[in-house]
């Protein structure tokens, strides 16, 4: 039960009430609310945070807002409540189901962004109501990437779906390669506890000017309630090797990108664009002398001696 004469507790547990209650007073403890909801008042998912007590200890500038999706496909909808710290951005998404003549929370979920308040996506997908909410993943001079969490919302209880890194970027410096990629999720369903899903990943690649860009399928699958997706060699038409180097952050090396890049980068060796050559024999400088290294120097070595 909720006291109505209790100033730390909106009147009622009802998520717009609680929405209320912190619109008229946005500097607050939020202690109470979590023990009423029954969720530890001392923990916060500190994975995802790098303030792990502002939730149960004071939210600074905090805003909530509200919203109705059907996730589970019975009768009535969802409530959807994210409550953001705007300082820390920070926030815990609730889930509520109208059950019984009261709301019932099925669970929560904490989120945490550096550069931009965490933000959510309701994927619909065979029928299928997805909840993702993306996270900060790699932060710091230069790069920084995002990771979709994704849920399945239950009559009972909130599922780990899947995970994927859905924005990318790393600024490569003078005489080094840069990127650019993304993620999306174009088809997922679930048979038997599996979740099998599709994803269209695309990366630009860029020097002084852009060079390239390249798109590739992507096939995983993982347990439902397990975010360790496993690669599907199969049916992706990228190796994993080549998908975990591009599409994470630090884990791409020059001679891993020469590699995998070779025709591309010889194309741009014995083709007419000046200032994508000019680039491409500084980046050469900074390689080791692999097989890739030395074809690509011969090939614009050759072209150098070309009469004009």
Not at 187 to 210: H, K, L, M, P
Request: some cysteine; glycine content about 8%; aromatic content about 12%.
């Amino acid at each position: 039960m909720v006291s109505e004469s209790d100033p730390d507790m909106p009147k009622s547990l009802d998520p717009r009430d609680i929405k209320f209650f912190i619109d008229d007073e946005p500097e607050i403890s939020l202690f109470k609310l979590w023990q009423a909801l029954g969720i530890n008042p001392n923990e916060f998912d500190g994975s995802v945070s790098n303030n792990p007590d502002f939730f149960p200890r004071k939210c600074h500038n905090c805003e909530a807002e509200t919203w109705e999706y059907d996730f589970d496909g019975e009768e009535g909808n969802e409530s959807l409540l994210r409550i953001c710290d705007s300082i820390g951005q920070s926030c815990r998404y609730l889930i509520f189901k109208w059950a019984d003549k009261r709301w019932k929370l099925l669970g929560h979920i904490d989120a945490w962004g550096k550069y931009q308040s965490p933000q959510h996506t309701v994927i619909v997908n065979r029928g299928v109501t997805w909840l993702a909410i993306r996270n900060q993943g790699a932060s710091g001079t230069g790069v920084s990437s995002y990771i979709d969490f994704v849920y399945l919302v239950t009559p009972r209880r909130i599922l780990k779906g899947f995970s994927y890194v859905a924005h990318g970027s790393q600024f490569g410096g003078p005489g080094s390669v840069g990127r650019d990629f993304n993620g999306r999720v174009v088809d997922c369903t679930v048979r038997q506890g599996a979740v099998n899903v599709e994803f269209a990943y695309s990366v630009i690649y860029w020097g002084d000017t852009n060079l390239f860009s390249q798109q590739h399928k992507v096939i995983s699958t993982n347990r439902l309630g397990d975010f360790a997706n496993r690669f599907d060699p199969a049916r992706s038409n990228i190796t994993e090797p080549e998908f975990e180097s591009v599409y994470n952050i630090d884990s791409l090396s020059n001679e891993d990108f020469l590699q995998y890049n070779y025709g591309e980068m010889s194309q741009i060796a014995s083709g007419r664009d000046i200032r994508k050559k000019e680039w491409l024999r500084e980046f050469l400088k900074n390689c080791e002398n692999t097989a890739e290294r030395r074809r690509l120097s011969q090939l614009l070595a050759r072209d150098s001696k070309r009469p004009s």
